[in-house]
């Protein structure tokens, strides 16, 4: 059964327009009633090694993986080698490194339309970046303390049972606790002595982190490619820039696709059905670029061009991604899972490009294609150095999901690079394979890769 006839739509019928009274009825049923009751979802924006999320499915903690939502009440935790970014709708982060546990208490709209987010830090360390956008507010409750925040700030939180510290890398900002308000200046930190009465202490300069580039590396691939944002929303905007780029087809207007898609590709090929409680089962993709474009505006089958994805529908939340278009004879459509609230995946182990799909593929001066994973130029000139040296690359996407977790599946956290490109750089993570060898098919030159 297709996505259209799932809701009731002729496939007839079923090009850019829906029968309203029906689809609008039934769709709107299946969001979160956002206006109702100011609920909010972010998304799960990086995961590197092993992470567990539990979305109170009464299964427990379930491996977590890449484009997964978050929604209130989420209990998301890593493992030793596990390190995970949140990102919320204006662009703001949140990064917690290995052995790191929070609980997203609140997730929520006030009556003045301001987003409010809560988050119990309850052991680990984690990194904030909060932009200040629009009057939304953050809180971040670790130990016995808690920061509030209604304007831009940049700082890291690591808790103990017996010792708290707060260093912050942009404006000042003051921490709350039982011994009164404490103001951490730039580039200063604090530390509160848990089992001592929350006693506080000021540090002249604070002290560089392991994980601090980590983050810095993360910061700057947003700042990046989130500019010139024309959407509402900030989130995945910079995933979509670095990924692919807009084209305007003509007969479809503007359209985004991946780069190094072939043919035979479709949006909806992997991924996975996660099951929330109140919101049923949302559809997770499992390619890097995988949020915007599966819960606002929708995808297009256009003859020559191939599927790409048309922004829009900002007013509205799809748990089930909207396609339209007439697809090719071998697609088939994404159909949500009848019963269950088990993670159901959608795999076919993802695209192999081809030769033919490099040569015809200009990817723009710190962008990337489908199978490398996220991060600075310098992940694009090892590529473009095997380029160079081999004649061409095969990128391969590696699927996302392994059969890991207690409940089935789990996030792969990737696999070597195959080839000369047998190390991820250290600001890749996992998540893609790329192959060097064969016959010419394009050269590297200043950061791209040219046909």
């Known amino acids: 059964m297709s996505w259209f006839e799932l809701w009731g739509v002729p496939m007839c019928k079923a090009r850019f327009s829906f029968p309203l009274l029906t ?20 998304r799960l924006s990086d995961v590197q090694g092993t992470a567990q999320i539990d979305k109170n499915t009464g299964l427990g903690f379930e491996n977590a993986f890449l484009n997964l939502p978050i929604t209130q009440g989420t209990q998301l935790r890593t493992k030793d080698n596990g390190r995970v970014e ?12 290995p052995n790191t546990s929070v609980q997203f208490s609140t997730l929520g709209v006030n009556d003045a339309g301001q987003r409010i987010s809560v988050v119990n830090l309850v052991e680990g360390k984690a990194y904030v970046n909060w932009l200040g956008r629009s009057g939304d507010r953050f809180t971040l409750k670790f130990s016995q303390e808690k920061i509030d925040l209604n304007q831009a700030a940049h700082f890291r939180v690591s808790a103990s049972p017996s010792l708290a510290e707060v260093a912050s890398f942009k404006n000042d900002i003051e921490v709350a606790g039982p011994s009164g308000a404490v103001k951490v200046d730039k580039k200063k930190m604090v530390s509160f002595a848990v089992d001592d009465g929350d006693r506080a202490t000021v540090a002249r300069n604070f002290e560089k982190d392991p994980y601090d580039e980590w983050d810095k590396q993360a910061l700057e691939y947003h700042e990046q490619y989130s500019k010139n944002d024309s959407t509402p929303y900030g989130y ?13 087809i003509p007969g479809y207007g503007m359209l985004w696709q991946p780069y190094f898609t072939g043919v035979g590709w479709d949006p909806f090929m992997d991924g996975a059905w996660a099951w929330y409680p109140g919101l049923g089962y949302m559809f997770v993709s499992a390619y890097p670029w995988g949020w915007m474009p599966y819960y606002y505006g929708s995808w297009i089958y256009a003859p020559g061009f191939g599927w790409g994805w048309q922004p829009g529908a900002w007013g509205g ?47 723009n001066r710190g962008s990337a294609g489908l199978g490398i ?35 089935g599946y789990g996030f792969g956290a990737g696999h070597p690079v195959a080839g000369e490109y047998s190390e991820p750089h250290p600001s890749m993570g996992g998540g893609g394979m790329v192959h060097a060898g064969g016959a010419p098919a394009g050269h590297a030159s200043g950061g791209s890769v040219h046909r």
């Open 236 to 248: 995945g905007y910079s995933d979509l820039n670095y990924y692919g780029a807009y084209n305007n």
């Open 373 to 407: 994973p996220r991060g600075s130029l310098g992940n694009l000139h090892q590529l473009n150095s095997q380029v160079a040296k081999h004649g061409f690359v095969e990128v391969r996407s590696t699927p996302q999901f392994s059969a890991t977790s207690h409940t």
């Open 23 to 42: 689809v609008l009825t039934l769709a709107l049923s299946a969001l979160p009633a956002l206006a109702g009751s100011q609920a909010r979802i972010v």
């Open 317 to 363: 939340w799809n748990g089930v991604p909207r396609f339209a278009g007439s697809p090719p004879v071998h697609f088939h459509a994404p159909v949500i899972p009848s019963s269950g609230v088990r993670t159901v995946v959608v795999g076919h182990g993802g695209p192999v490009l081809t030769q033919t799909a490099l040569t015809r593929t200009v990817v």
């Open 86 to 97: 949140v990102e919320f709708e204006d662009g703001s982060t949140m990064r917690l490194t």
